[in-house]
């Protein structure tokens, strides 16, 4: 069993920025792929960022430029840098992580509010 927990939300100005992390409860070189994903009140859950475990990267187009994904191995934590953050970019932010045997784990999420 793995456990992501999440940290790092909150209320910001639009312009600002946040830092999000996302610890696992196992040694994160038995995890393959971590990402974050975004729920909006009404919308649906869409991915923000992902991250190998050979450090590749891939982000949604609302996001490049602005986000950064990184991971931590030796902390088991991968992170997520945001900048310049806009109004639409309220949401909770959820981590999740791929395991060598296929399994998909999310942690609980962490709500990010942008005023404009």
């Known amino acids: 069993q793995v456990q992501l927990v999440e940290s790092g939300g909150g209320l910001v100005q639009a312009g600002g920025s946040l830092r999000l992390s996302c610890a696992a409860s196992i040694n994160i070189f038995r995890i393959n792929d971590m990402g974050w994903y975004r729920q909006a009140p009404g919308k649906q859950r869409e991915l923000v960022a992902r991250?190998?475990?050979?450090?590749?990267?891939n982000y949604a187009d609302f996001v490049k430029g602005r986000f950064t994904i990184s991971r931590a191995n030796a902390k088991n934590t991968v992170y997520l840098q945001m900048n310049s953050l806009k109004a639409e970019d309220t949401a909770v932010y959820s981590c999740?992580?791929?395991?060598?045997?296929?399994?998909?784990?999310w942690g609980q999420g962490t709500q990010v509010a942008v005023s404009s």
């Open positions: 991250i190998t475990s050979g450090g590749i990267t």
């Open positions: 999740w992580a791929s395991t060598s045997l296929g399994t998909n784990y």
